[in-house]
């Protein structure tokens, strides 16, 4: 018996993920438990991608979504096809659809990260399962799943928790999906960003048709005392018009060691990273800072992922 058949879970299908619509908690527990259980026995599983050769496509820069992704397939038995936009025939011209069904042609599976948002979506006729590694300003799923996944593996449930995320919500693709996300479990979600960065109406929209309670904060000190986790994100400098108004917001939120004596005792600090200033860096050894960890946690739920999508 292959060791997957081991981990074979009733009822719980993938074959893409383009976006976190579509999603739900039977999927995302399959893929915790999953994830826990390839860490827990790594020598077990090291051969759920035999034979599998899969394309990872990075149009924009990334060190721990790209690295996780070769990461996870490799300690799974796959192999790896790695290629940046910057040295591909998209710079002679080449649609993006045309390179994608260039790496189709030689791989079983494709992951892609590119700066327009809904890309991913538009694409046709490609036939291999296909995983967003962020889309510009649009979403990121794999973030997200590794994100609900810290905060289970960090406070022992979802449920219950009010989440706070700050920053630049506007342009913070983890945001999103992880909004949208969260909505699925019996959470609040409280967002504080600069009013010119607030998060988008459609992420808004979707979340409180899922009923969830969320409202919105310019100040972080509103909420400190009262939020259980707290999802810190960089402003993001490339993706504004101007050095002007980056300038603007930049360094709006940075927390430090002293501000934590006003948070909950057990609050947990999270990043998706990469950091600019906005969490202190004396504050990487405290044990509530779980960005490091959750940093790690990722390249675990990407290996569950692509088992899950592989070998159901
Ligand atoms: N969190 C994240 O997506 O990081 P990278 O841009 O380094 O992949």
């Not at 090291?46 to 035999?50: F, P, Q």
């Not at 060691?257 to 005792?265: F, T």
């Given at each position: 018996m292959r060791f997957h058949e081991e981990i074979k879970d009733r009822h719980c299908h993938l074959r893409n993920l383009v976006s976190v619509d579509g999603l739900n908690r039977a999927i995302l527990k399959c893929i915790f438990e999953r994830a826990d259980r390839i860490r827990n026995n790594k020598d077990k599983y090291?051969?759920?991608?035999?034979g599998r050769l899969i394309g990872s496509i990075f149009c924009e820069p990334s060190t721990r979504t790209r690295c996780s992704f070769s990461a996870a397939i490799q300690r799974l038995g796959g192999k790896v096809i790695e290629i940046s936009g910057e040295d591909s025939s998209t710079k002679k011209g080449e649609s993006f659809s045309d390179f994608v069904k260039t790496i189709e042609c030689y791989t079983d599976a494709i992951i892609i990260r590119n700066s327009t948002a809904g890309s991913l979506k538009e694409?046709?006729?490609?036939?291999v399962p296909i995983i967003n590694a962020g889309d510009g300003v649009g979403e990121h799923p794999t973030q997200a799943l590794l994100d609900i996944y810290t905060i289970r593996r960090e406070r022992?449930?979802?449920?219950?928790l009010t989440i706070c995320l700050v920053g630049d919500l506007k342009h913070g693709r983890t945001v999103h999906s992880l909004a949208k996300l969260l909505a699925l479990y019996n959470v609040r979600l409280r967002y504080v960003s600069p009013k010119n960065l607030r998060i988008p109406q459609e992420i808004w929209k979707y979340v409180e048709q899922l009923g969830v309670e969320q409202t919105e904060h310019t100040d972080l000190d509103e909420v400190l005392d009262k939020v259980d986790i707290i999802y810190m994100t960089r402003m993001q400098r490339e993706r504004f018009n101007t050095a002007v108004e980056y300038e603007g917001v930049k360094g709006s939120y940075v927390i430090e060691?002293?501000?934590?004596?006003?948070?909950?005792?057990n609050v947990v600090i999270m990043h998706?990273?990469?950091?600019?200033?906005?969490?202190?860096?004396?504050?990487?050894?405290?044990?509530?800072?779980a960005y490091f960890r959750q940093m790690k946690n990722g390249m675990y739920v990407r290996m569950a992922l692509l088992d899950l999508i592989f070998n159901q």
């Open positions: 090291n051969n759920l991608l035999e694409l046709k006729g490609i036939n022992g449930t979802v449920n219950g060691p002293k501000m934590l004596n006003k948070a909950k005792e998706p990273l990469p950091r600019l200033d906005e969490i202190s860096p004396e504050l990487d050894n405290d044990p509530r800072a």
